[in-house]
């Protein structure tokens, strides 16, 4: 059975950060695993994504903020987020893609408030 599970999540203040971690368990061979978000009343959009390859892509909204990292031997990836912004809130979720299946994590709320 296929886990994909976050932790990190929680408040911040702007200009703060945070770091989001990922695992997922009962898969192998992941092609890309990746950071996604949606806030109130918005589509989920990628935030972050690595490759098997090592290839790294990231929202325009977030480059040069946030760093996505992932260890493969441990199907684990992270996120840590930088100078934080208010509309950064938003539920996060990891995904782990193996061609043609994805696989979620059930989410986790980031919240940056003063």
């Known amino acids: 059975q296929v886990q994909v599970v976050e932790s990190g999540g929680g408040l911040a203040q702007p200009g703060g950060s945070l770091r989001l971690s990922c695992a997922a368990s009962g898969i192998f061979l992941i092609d890309i695993m990746g950071w996604y978000r949606q806030a109130p009343g918005k589509q989920r959009e990628l935030v972050a994504s690595?490759?098997?390859?090592?290839?790294?892509n990231y929202a325009n909204s977030v480059k040069g903020r946030f760093t996505i990292s992932r260890d493969n031997g441990k199907n684990t990836v992270y996120l840590q987020m930088n100078s934080l912004k208010p509309e950064d809130t938003a539920v996060y979720y990891c995904n782990a893609h193996r061609n043609p299946f994805d696989y979620w994590g059930q989410g986790t709320q980031v919240t940056v408030s003063s």
């Open positions: 690595f490759t098997s390859g090592g290839s790294t």
